[in-house]
């Protein structure tokens, strides 16, 4: 069996967050916080924080998850192969934040500390160039310049071996402008934060007396309770026609149906 370890856990979570910055251009964050470790492998955990909520005033806008034990990852073939093998995982009690974090809550941290993203920082290529291949040349000047990837899908139906089919880079696209130069985040002040890499969630957190959860914690709370099944609601997708998430129906990326009644992405 794996065992998740703090430094492994938060260079995965940095990979995953930059790759949100640089590839996919947004990320949603939920925080945690009060008690909880790295998930450990049965037989590395200490079993403490398990039953109740720890005594004292709730934290506004978090719930209070359990710890326990359960199966985290997937034997299903049709997995991803990152999830896969299926091993038995126990984490501490923790707090979860309720919501992600919004456009409103981001804004009240950058009025307070004036943080500056790293998709409105030019690129620094000393640091870009320890992410691709020894020997790759150095970008042209004018293509270092703050921005972000923007969800932009063509009209016909594509391969998806190449996911630079559906993304696009644009310049001046941060999280006060989601949508590139001229968008806003004015009348989405609930709607969850977007650009935002690890450094910048990191950074978030730790202002707001928090953390980031790690992977088992996330997968522990997503379960909510269940073991074995494929959503957090069950086997089924629909069950009963019905659907359970804001999912990409009809035809990935280039026709999205909407059968779920929402088709919007940012």
């Not at 990152?82 to 409103?104: C, I, K, Q, S």
Request: hydrophobic share 30%.
């Amino acid at each position: 069996m794996a065992k998740v370890n703090g430094a492994r856990m938060q260079n995965s979570m940095k990979r995953l967050f930059n790759r949100a910055i640089y590839l996919a251009g947004l990320s949603i964050m939920v925080l945690a916080c009060d008690g909880s470790k790295d998930g450990k492998t049965i037989g590395d955990a200490r079993d403490n924080s398990v039953g109740s909520a720890p005594s004292g005033n709730n934290p506004p806008g978090m719930v209070w998850i359990p710890g326990g034990e359960f199966t985290m990852g997937t034997d299903d073939p049709e997995s991803y192969q990152y999830e896969r093998p299926a091993h038995r995982v126990r984490v501490d009690g923790f707090w979860m934040d309720v919501t992600e974090v919004t456009n409103a809550d981001f804004k009240k941290f950058v009025d307070a500390t004036g943080y500056v993203t790293t998709a409105e920082k030019k690129p620094d290529w000393d640091e870009l160039k320890k992410q691709v291949p020894p020997g790759t040349p150095k970008p042209d000047e004018a293509t270092l310049v703050p921005g972000s990837l923007i969800f932009s899908p063509p009209s016909y139906t594509i391969s998806l071996d190449d996911y630079s089919q559906w993304w696009s880079w644009r310049n001046g696209t941060d999280w006060k402008h989601p949508e590139g130069p001229g968008s806003s985040i004015e009348g989405k002040e609930t709607f969850p934060v977007v650009h935002i890499s690890y450094d910048d969630a990191a950074a978030y957190s730790k202002w707001a007396g928090k953390r980031l959860p790690t992977e088992a914690e996330w997968e522990f709370a997503s379960r909510g309770g269940r073991e074995g099944q494929r959503f957090s609601w069950g086997n089924e997708f629909n069950p009963n026609g019905r659907f359970m998430a804001n999912t990409f129906q009809g035809v990935f990326p280039s026709s999205n149906s909407g059968d779920d009644g929402f088709v919007v992405i940012h």
